[in-house]
């Protein structure tokens, strides 16, 4: 089992008043799976998504990663599953302002101590892929916000991880685009990598095998 | 990885160049001036590290009280060596007998040269250890000998070899150069003296000299000890301290104690109150010590603030870093290496700025500083301080953030203002409190020296020139100079004097007269003139008449000046006589024919001092001092003075001093502290601007966002602007009411020192206070009113 979540509960204080963000939130998922998160905006995607993603913590329930619970990950250990592991595609994408295309694409690979010429490869290799061998050298301020995006899915690609987690990773996308991305995942997840994504596109969940549907922060 | 951190932390700096700038130029001259100051006071506190015994070598010196006032000085009378070399010289490894620094004449064939030195005993250059170059250390040994600065030799004799040659001293006698001895170098004691002469030879160079062998009351001389290696200088003092007392009667009225003041307080600790020994110019070293100390504080603060203000914007960075897969630790390395590299930076072009300007500052400080390239102290202690500041500035960044959550970081839950801000404000204010009470010392200290510049000093020093005359080649030629000076048209009054018209050379007491107080110890200033002084020097009669050519009884008569008439208690005093106390072997009454305003000779901040001008009988004069045709200009005056002088002295080197510029010199001092305590000021505040102008701008550039929506809803520039500028001009007003009281109470206690002092005035505070919003204002509206100003629609799109 790649990871589980029974009864979580997040809430925020505020004024007084405890709002819930997730109520008894109850999924597992395998190894290989597509799953899909669905609903309205506000309704908590984001929120599951970085608690899945260890990001962001919970108030209550239980939480395996790995049949490891979480909490008793430590710091060290959780920047090495994001590291051998975990890809994040952020829904505002997240790019480091101060480092270029192709050095936004590199970054996850320093950490991981490739050596240079096998980072060059992998790096042209992405820009190859994603269409944006013509943009390497520009910053992301002088992207578009889809191109941006497009950076932001290389990025967590890059390391080949084993688990992502994508937050509406076509979302500033035209059809086309967005549908070639599905299918990249698509692929990959062939491959046998797990993919977590948010959606707002029905079309889209159609990749998954799996949907997930939030509303008001509860499963439905 | 370091390179890609490397290219973060350049592309960082590069993209915010003013920020850079303010950051690394505000550090930079930060650590500029401390490393000024620094070697300043290096090389203050090592004076006299040149000499090797140094920690056992003192001079004596001699505190005696008339009326209840104790003065402590290093003159002491001849006979003390003998009482010395009787009974104490146990004490003393070398005892050492010394004439005062004085120029001498020396001529090798016809290269004449005027140089100062001493006349010392034959043990100084071995007290000494002087590093000699050619000749004999014991070059003092035979009476006709003489002993030369590498300089000195250097001027008179070229290329030749100087040991055995002859030289003559002041066209008078003929000296033997045994030795050729390094300069002394500048910061040290003795650094003026160029030649050194037997002290058997000074004695036959003038009866008084050899008279004053057993005159207990004539303080004429000094001498130098070393002391032996098992005591101590409180020892030695306790043991000499009533030598002369004991041996004495008649001056031991005066309580006469004496003391060793050990070489290493000379320079720094030699002032001396009521007979104790309180300081000196050490003072200066610890105050500049401390302004050096704040302005570095004030240039890290305004590093760590801008840092730090700057990191909260990185903060996104860390929360990508994390959710990549960067340690904790890695991210603490990367903040803490790049803060590393910035004050590295700043530190080189420190040494930069201190390099180029050293040369300007050894001429304000009236020093010789050397950068010190090769002293490893120097640089280890750098190299502590790079790290120290580098860990502050960076640790802020590196530890806080670094533990934050990526979520809240990248969700911009993360709010920079709360917590981080109070320090950054407690910062400014610090920052402004060390300006604004700089401004206010600066201010005091200017006010101060204007104050007893513009004190009436009671003669007319323009236009006065003196020359000196201290050599018997000038002996009988006074009035025949005179009229060849007063002929050549370019002198419309001459007269002569036994000390320089800007000091005291002698004091006298001894004297009685009518309804003196029984008990009453005199104690006057003493000095020798020719008739027409008050002429020359344009100095008032108050009450009776001048000396006059046609009164041949002037030669016994003496002019008292204001303060004396005052201090000996004389009601009509014209007509009175002052009598030797001295029963068995009187000399001449003296008959007081008139007043003199005060003038000042000594220090321009004390009183005037209690002095009488006798009438010059026997031709002491030292100085002749020259009132210039006011029709011509100086130089021309000067040629003549010049082609007259060199007429009747073909010898002598033709010397002269301005009186107005010798008169400036007794404000050197104050104004050299005004001066760079005037630039430090300047630099403490344009560190601070640099701050608060990168933080306004940061402020500014956070607040974007918020500046362009409020635009767009209608906000004007003046709303903006006040938004922007009320938070920085609260904190500055604080710093002024915290600086104020600081600045009244150490500028009050300096200004204790000086007996003729200004009176502080509020508005100087106010006028700092003034001054320091108005540069705020001016600093942080350059920013607003271009945030302000700054098209709403770029700054809503940069999110
Ligand atoms: N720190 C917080 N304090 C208070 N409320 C919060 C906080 N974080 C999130 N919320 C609330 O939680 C709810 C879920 O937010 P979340 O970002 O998960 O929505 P979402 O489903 O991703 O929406 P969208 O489709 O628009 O991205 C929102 O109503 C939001 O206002
Ligand atoms: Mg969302």
Redesign the pocket.
């Known amino acids: 089992m790649l990871l589980q979540l029974h009864n979580i509960f997040k809430w ?1 204080n ?1 004024g007084g008043q405890r ?1 819930f ?1 997730l109520k008894d939130i109850n999924f597992e998922v395998r190894e290989g799976e597509f799953i899909s998160i669905m ?10 998504l970085n608690v899945i993603g260890m990001l962001d913590g919970f108030d209550e329930g239980e939480y395996q990663f790995l049949d490891e619970p979480v909490h008793s990950i430590k710091e060290k250990h959780r920047a090495n599953l994001y590291k051998e592991y975990i890809g994040f595609v952020f ?1 505002s994408y997240h790019l480091l302002d101060e480092l270029t295309v192709k050095e936004n694409l590199e970054m996850p690979l320093l950490y991981k101590k490739y050596k240079g010429a096998e980072r060059k490869a992998m790096v042209a290799d992405m820009l190859d892929r994603f269409n944006i061998v013509g943009k390497k050298d520009l910053f992301p301020a002088q992207l578009s916000g889809g191109q941006q995006q497009l950076v932001g899915i290389a990025r967590a690609l890059i390391s080949n991880p084993k688990l992502i987690l994508a ?2 990773p076509t979302g500033n996308l035209n059809s086309k685009q967005g549908e070639e991305i599905m299918q990249l995942f698509k692929q990959l997840n062939d491959e046998g990598v797990t993919i977590i994504q ?1 959606t ?1 596109s029905e079309k889209n969940a159609a990749y998954g095998s799996r949907i997930i549907n ?1 509303l008001d ?1 509860r499963m439905i | 990885m370091l390179k890609n951190y490397l290219k973060i932390a350049w592309r960082n700096l590069t993209k915010h160049k003013a920020y850079t700038i303010i950051n690394v130029g505000g550090l930079a001259l930060g650590m500029a001036v401390a490393l000024i100051i620094g070697l300043w006071m290096q090389d203050e506190l090592t004076h006299n590290d040149y000499f090797s015994n140094k920690d056992t070598i003192a001079q004596i010196f001699q505190s005696q009280t008339f009326n209840g006032e104790t003065g402590t000085g290093p003159a002491i009378p001849r006979p003390l060596e003998k009482a010395f070399r009787d009974g104490y010289m146990d004490n003393f490894e070398h005892l050492v007998m010394a004439s005062w620094n004085n120029s001498q004449y020396l001529k090798y064939k016809e290269t004449s040269i005027s140089r100062t030195g001493n006349f010392m005993q034959r043990e100084a250059p071995e007290m000494l250890d002087l590093n000699i170059i050619k000749g004999e250390k014991d070059g003092l040994r035979e009476i006709n000998s003489i002993m030369l600065s590498a300089s000195t030799a250097n001027a008179l004799f070229g290329n030749e070899e100087p040991i055995g040659k002859v030289i003559k001293v002041n066209s008078q006698y003929d000296m033997m150069v045994t030795a050729i001895y390094e300069d002394i170098p500048f910061n040290a004691s003795f650094n003026d003296m160029h030649y050194l002469m037997p002290w058997d030879k000074y004695l036959t160079t003038a009866e008084w000299l050899k008279n004053a062998e057993d005159q207990w009351g004539n303080n004429s001389f000094q001498m130098f000890v070393q002391i032996a290696d098992n005591t101590t200088m409180e020892r030695v003092t306790s043991v000499i301290k009533d030598v002369k007392k004991d041996l004495n009667e008649d001056t031991a009225q005066f309580n006469p104690q004496l003391m060793l003041l050990p070489m290493d307080d000379w320079h720094l600790r030699n002032f001396f109150e009521n007979g104790k020994q309180v300081g000196g110019r050490i003072k200066y070293v610890w105050l500049f010590g401390i302004i050096g100390v704040f302005v570095l504080l004030l240039a890290c603060i305004n590093f760590m603030n801008l840092s730090t203000a700057r990191s909260e914007k990185r903060a996104k960075e860390v929360g990508i870093r994390k959710s990549i897969g960067s340690q904790r630790g890695q991210l603490i390395n990367q903040f803490l290496g790049e803060s590393f590299l910035v004050v590295l930076f700043a530190f080189l072009i420190a040494v930069l700025i201190v390099v180029i300007s050293l040369g300007g500052f050894n001429e304000l400080a009236r020093k010789e500083i050397d950068f010190p390239w090769t002293l490893p102290s120097f640089w280890s202690i750098s190299i502590l301080f790079i790290i120290a500041t580098a860990l502050l500035a960076g640790s802020y960044p590196a530890l806080y953030l670094s533990s934050f959550r990526p979520v809240d970081v990248l ?1 911009g ?1 993360f709010k920079a203002g709360k917590h981080s801000g109070l320090p950054r404000k407690i910062l400014v204010v610090l920052q402004f409190t060390v300006s604004v009470a700089f401004i206010i010392g600066t201010v005091i200290v200017m006010q101060q020296i204007n104050h007893a510049k513009n004190r009436p000093i009671g003669y007319d020093r323009e236009g006065l020139v003196q020359i000196p005359v201290m050599s018997q080649d000038f002996t009988g030629k006074y009035e025949l100079m005179r009229n060849e000076f007063i002929a050549s048209g370019a002198v419309v009054e001459m007269s002569s004097s036994s000390s320089p018209t800007t000091n005291i050379w002698s004091n006298r007491s001894g004297w009685t007269w009518e309804g003196k107080p029984e008990g009453f110890q005199e104690d006057l200033a003493y000095t020798e003139v020719s008739p027409e002084y008050a002429k020359s020097l344009n100095l008032k009669i108050v009450a009776g008449r001048d000396f006059s050519r046609e009164f041949p009884s002037d030669s016994n008569a003496v002019l008292l000046n204001e303060t004396a008439v005052k201090y000996m208690g004389l009601k009509d005093p014209v007509g009175k006589l002052l009598k030797d106390e001295d029963t068995e072997n009187p000399s001449e009454p003296l008959k007081i024919i008139g007043v003199v305003q005060d003038m000042i000779a000594q220090s321009p901040y004390e009183p005037v001092k209690q002095g009488m001008y006798t009438f010059d009988k026997y031709g002491n004069a030292s100085f002749y001092n020259l009132r210039l045709n006011p029709k011509q200009s100086a130089g021309q005056n000067l040629a003549v003075i010049e082609r007259v002088f060199k007429e009747h002295f073909p010898n002598i080197p033709f010397q002269y001093d301005f009186v107005d510029e010798e008169y400036g010199e007794k404000f050197a001092a104050e104004e050299r502290i005004g001066r760079l305590s005037g630039i430090f000021t300047a630099l403490a505040i344009l560190i601070s601007c640099l701050g608060l102008f990168g933080l306004t701008s940061f402020v500014a550039e956070q607040r974007t966002k918020e500046i362009g929506v409020r635009k767009v809803l209608g906000a004007t520039v003046f709303n903006v602007w006040n938004m922007l500028s009320k938070d920085f001009l609260k904190l500055v007003i604080i710093s002024c009411f915290i600086a104020v009281p600081i600045a009244y109470y150490v500028m009050n206690g300096w200004l204790q020192e000086y007996p003729y002092r200004v009176i502080l005035k509020w508005w100087i505070f106010a006028l700092a206070m003034l001054g320091a919003l108005f540069v705020t204002v001016v600093t942080v509206s350059f920013q607003a009113i271009r945030a302000a100003k700054a098209n709403p629609v770029k700054s809503l799109r940069t999110e």
């Open positions: 925020v505020s709002i963000l609903g309205p905006s506000g309704s908590g995607k984001s929120t599951l829904q937050d509406e948010v707002h939030l922060g | 969700k839950t």
